[in-house]
Nanobody, 122 residues
Framework: QVQLVESGGGLVQAGDSLRLSCAASGRTFSSYAMGWFRQAPGKEREFVAAIRRRDENTYYADSVKGRFTISRDNAKNTVYLQMNSLKPEDTAVYYC???????????????WGQGTQVTVSS
């Protein structure tokens, strides 16, 4: 019973930066952890990063480690994904999701946003 809305996507060139936002509403107390996933055409949905509410412990996919940073503002019920040094292979629809455990497994996330498109040109 938590609603998630992503924003901040767009069209950028390789090497540029973007910051995605995920605004949560409803029963936000149930959000133990929040994650970011992405899905490109013809590809499986893949884990990007996650953050735990209690202590802001984070978990990153190897493909984005050192380039992307996940953070959250609990007072604003918002999670962010700062994306630096973007590459064409980062092109995808990016989704945020809520889970009851800090995990990279999509099936363990019970609420999903509608997604925001990120396109990186070479």
């Amino acid at each position: 019973q938590v609603q998630l809305v992503e924003s901040g996507g767009g069209l950028v060139q390789a090497g540029d930066s973007l910051r995605l936002s995920c605004a949560a509403s409803g029963r936000t107390f149930s959000s133990y952890a929040m994650g970011w996933f992405r899905q490109a055409p013809g590809k499986e949905r893949e884990f990007v990063a996650a953050i735990r509410r209690r202590d802001e412990n984070t978990y990153y996919a190897d493909s984005v480690k050192g380039r992307f940073t996940i953070s959250r503002d609990n007072a604003k019920n918002t999670v962010y994904l700062q994306m630096n040094s973007l590459k064409p292979e980062d092109t995808a629809v990016y989704y945020c999701a809520a889970a009851d455990v800090l995990t990279p497994t999509p099936a363990l996330y019970h609420n999903w946003g509608q997604g925001t498109q990120v396109t990186v040109s070479s």
